[in-house]
């Protein structure tokens, strides 16, 4: 079964910290795999996308990283502010069997909390 | 949010109405698509529609109905047959077969 997990569920931490949010995919076969950043009662935005060929991708104080052997993704955030509390979905995408435009599976998100 | 916008961004619905969200873009995108999401679990898809007049149901769209009669809009009527509507709701666009989807602001509808 396609499916997309990612830990931890929550995550609180201080301003200025770094913190790392993991997620997991069983999704095959596999096109790309997206972080968004979703604020509290707002629709997600898209922070960075990988192929299946890239590793890294970073977006100012955001860098994700991809392993497509062991199908593990990570996004990194540098020096956090307070701007930063939010919830952090992972996003795979694959191909249909039949046609069709590439279908989403999401994770159920990791919410951040950064304190001042 | 960019170029797409939701209405209303809170709904109330007594038990056995229908209510209609409102979902408009002006990226010119060709697909756009419902999505509900509730707490800890990950977006789901309602509906997708890839071209005017031609949508496509999603994982989870028993109760639900849409239609694409322009290409900047996409609204889904919430029938009084979906028996837990209470949830946050997103529509997103994108070009066809792009990468990403861009969101709107969302919708939270409440049963009362």
């Known amino acids: 079964k396609n499916q997309v997990e990612q830990s931890p569920q929550s995550l609180i931490i201080l301003e200025g910290k770094n913190c790392t949010l993991q997620?997991?995919?069983?999704?095959?076969?596999?096109?790309?795999l997206r972080w968004y950043k979703q604020d509290t009662g707002r629709g997600p935005v898209s922070l960075t996308i990988?192929?299946?060929?890239?590793n890294t991708k970073s977006n100012g104080r955001y860098t994700a990283t991809l392993d497509a052997d062991t199908k593990q993704s990570s996004l990194h955030i540098t020096a956090s502010q307070l701007s930063d509390s939010a919830s952090y979905i992972c996003v795979v995408s694959f191909p249909p069997l039949s046609g069709g435009y590439n279908k989403l599976i999401f994770g159920a998100g990791t919410r951040l909390a950064v304190h001042p | 949010d960019g170029g797409i916008t939701q209405s209303p961004k809170y709904l109330f619905r007594k038990e056995g109405q229908n209510v209609t969200l409102s979902c408009e873009q002006n990226?010119?995108?060709?697909?756009m698509y419902w999505y509900r999401q509730d707490p800890g679990q990950g977006l789901r898809l309602i509906y997708y529609?890839?071209?005017?007049?031609?949508?496509q149901k999603g994982d989870i769209a028993e109760g639900y109905s849409v239609s694409r009669e322009k290409k900047e809009s996409f609204p889904l009527t919430v029938t009084s047959a979906q028996k837990n509507p209470t949830a946050f709701y997103l529509c997103?666009?994108?070009?066809?077969?792009?990468?990403?989807?861009?969101f709107g602001p969302g919708t939270r509808l409440t049963v009362l």
């Open positions: 990226l010119n995108h060709d697909a």
């Open positions: 997620c997991n995919y069983t999704v095959s076969p596999f096109s790309n």
């Open positions: 997103a666009s994108s070009f066809l077969s792009a990468d990403t989807q861009y």
């Open positions: 529609s890839q071209i005017v007049n031609d949508f």
């Open positions: 990988m192929t299946f060929s890239e």
